[in-house]
């Protein structure tokens, strides 16, 4: 084994490291001397955007509401054409196999039912309408169980449209600073934009099964485009409001950021020099980080799930792999 690798086989006995192929290069030519590495997780400082802000309570006033409160006329949309795979044959009426269009439709609830299962239980069935034809979902849940078990906000391929009334009084006409650079055109398709920049809510509408709002936004330069959003709360969900908007411009937050890396980080774009906290901003938090040293300095890889690895030395960006 040449003599330059002998430090790196003894390290990778006593600790573990990135195991991708792409990282043990990176490794290979830049921590030499390392004596020891391990495994960390974020410092308070790396998970200070973890903490609970204001956009993770932001939309809790909508919430799913329980059946025992829902009234008649309760309005879903339907998100998916394969719902009609999961309504219930109602009696004196023909099976529900003609409602392969149902999907953008709503729906109005119009009371609850019951049906006796295989096993001689009974199950709650939830009844909507739509003009004169009748829908059963059967509700997975005894009739006892059903009235506070059975949420909104909780139905299959339905979006309650009392939230999305909701969303859309909170949210129309308000200017948020997005996080995101994927932004989304009225097809669906991404496109590049820009995070941290100002933009005004014009719209808010049903959206899809698992997003059940649709938002048009705004931008300053007045281009048109679409977010899908979630009514969950903070960093728990994919697309809540908190992983996608901030109530207020974040770079005042920074006044030590130069104009010109911001607007690398508005572009999601990162160089040598920056601090971790301008990467994070940039990309985001890392998926993994590891931490070392070497004689004089400390060393970080912080690894990110689209391939991406950055390299800190003393807290400064040294260079970016993919």
């Known amino acids: 084994m040449p003599s330059r690798f002998r430090p790196y086989a003894k390290t990778t ?104 299962r295989p096993d001689g239980t009974d199950e709650a069935l939830i009844i909507f309408a739509d003009g004169s034809r009748r829908y059963a979902l059967p509700s997975g849940k005894t009739p006892g169980a059903a009235p506070t078990e059975t949420m909104s906000d909780k139905l299959p391929m339905l979006i309650d449209l009392d939230q999305v009334d909701m969303a859309r009084r909170l949210l129309t006409g308000k200017t948020l600073w997005i996080r995101t650079p994927l932004w989304y055109d009225s097809l669906g398709n991404s496109f ?11 719209g808010v509408g049903p959206g899809t099964m698992v997003f059940p709002l649709r938002l048009t936004l705004t931008d300053e330069a007045g281009r048109e485009f679409f977010q899908l959003m979630n009514l969950g709360n903070g960093n728990n969900e994919s697309r809540s409001f908190a992983r996608l908007f901030r109530l207020s411009d974040p770079r005042r937050n920074y006044p030590a950021i130069t104009d010109e890396v911001w607007t690398l980080i508005q572009n999601g774009n990162v160089r040598p020099g920056m601090t971790k906290d301008e990467c994070r901003l940039a990309l985001g938090n890392p998926k993994q980080a590891e931490s070392g040293h070497d004689y004089s300095s400390t060393l970080d890889i912080w690894q990110y799930d689209d391939g991406i690895y950055l390299r800190f030395r003393d807290g400064v960006l040294v260079d970016r792999v993919k």
């Open 192 to 202: 590049k934009g820009r995070k941290f920049v100002p933009v005004t809510v014009s």
């Open 13 to 116: 006995k006593r600790v573990l490291l990135l195991a991708a192929l792409p990282l043990s290069l990176f490794m290979t030519g830049c921590f030499t001397g390392v004596e020891g590495t391990k495994k960390i997780s974020l410092s308070r400082d790396d998970r200070k955007l973890l903490e609970v802000m204001a956009e993770d309570t932001f939309l809790n006033s909508i919430s799913g509401r329980p059946l025992r409160l829902w009234k008649e006329g309760k309005r879903f949309q339907v998100a998916d054409n394969r719902i009609a795979l999961l309504f219930d044959r109602m009696s004196g009426e023909s099976a529900p196999d003609d409602t392969a269009s149902l999907g953008g439709r709503c729906l109005a609830y119009s009371g609850t039912g019951r049906r006796v």
